[in-house]
């Protein structure tokens, strides 16, 4: 398990999908926002990639988020769009409604650099999040990340066109024991 201060990520565990599909992905607000696709629900069997418990493709990792207090499931984390040639990855979380806003995200990004850069050892890592989205904004910036643009009506999220924001952090920029 890979262990930051609140929490850690630790790998999806067949148990955690029901929770995951309940708390966030059956969620039409949250999946439209989250997600570059559209709300569609999720069967109980389903094959959905987010909700996978394997590391399969080799692109993309995800974990679940625990509370390192207990061990109960906060949330979901995952890199990728692992690129192995150019050394760069996206970062993608959700966090189950009850545990937003006490810095587990902040927490996350945290960790999932940890994970990108010294585990991985890549040499850039990306977000990509709603213009809007002053949380997940702040829990980037907090770790360093720096807003590189404004993609301009790039996500259709429940009948309109909303601009996302695209945050970059190189290896050499990151210091990982500084949060802000
Ligand atoms: C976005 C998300 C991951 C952030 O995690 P979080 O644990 O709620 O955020 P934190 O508690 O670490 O807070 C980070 C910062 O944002 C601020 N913040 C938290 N919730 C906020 C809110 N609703 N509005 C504005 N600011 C907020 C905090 O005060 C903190 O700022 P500070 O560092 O200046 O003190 C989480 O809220 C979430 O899962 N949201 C729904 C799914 C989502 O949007 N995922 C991201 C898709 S790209």
């Known amino acids: 398990m890979l262990r930051g201060s609140k929490v850690g990520l630790r790998a999806r565990h067949v148990e955690d999908i029901p929770i995951l599909r309940t708390e966030l992905y059956d969620d039409v607000v949250n999946g439209s926002r989250a997600e570059a696709a559209p709300w569609r629900p999720v069967s109980p069997d389903?094959?959905?990639?987010?909700?996978?418990?394997d590391d399969t493709p080799p692109d993309r990792v995800p974990f679940s988020v625990v509370e390192l207090e207990g061990?109960?499931?906060v949330g979901t984390a995952n890199l990728w769009g692992i690129?192995?040639?150019?050394?760069?990855?996206?970062?993608?979380?959700?966090?189950?409604?009850?545990?937003?806003?006490?810095?587990?995200?902040t927490d996350v990004v945290a960790t999932l650099c940890h994970y990108g850069f010294v585990?991985?050892?890549?040499?850039?890592l990306q977000i990509e999040t709603?213009?809007?989205n002053d949380a997940m904004?702040?829990?980037a910036e907090r770790n360093g990340f720096v807003r590189e643009g404004v993609l301009r009506s790039s996500a259709w999220v429940l009948g309109e066109f909303l601009d996302e924001v695209l945050l970059g952090l190189l290896a050499e920029d990151w210091k990982p024991d500084t949060k802000g």
């Open 130 to 132: 709603l213009a809007d």
């Open 71 to 73: 061990g109960t499931l």
């Open 119 to 124: 585990v991985r050892g890549l040499h850039r």
């Open 137 to 139: 904004l702040r829990a």
């Open 83 to 105: 690129d192995n040639h150019s050394r760069s990855a996206h970062i993608g979380l959700g966090l189950l409604p009850a545990a937003r806003g006490k810095g587990y995200g």
């Open 46 to 53: 389903s094959k959905d990639l987010r909700l996978a418990v």
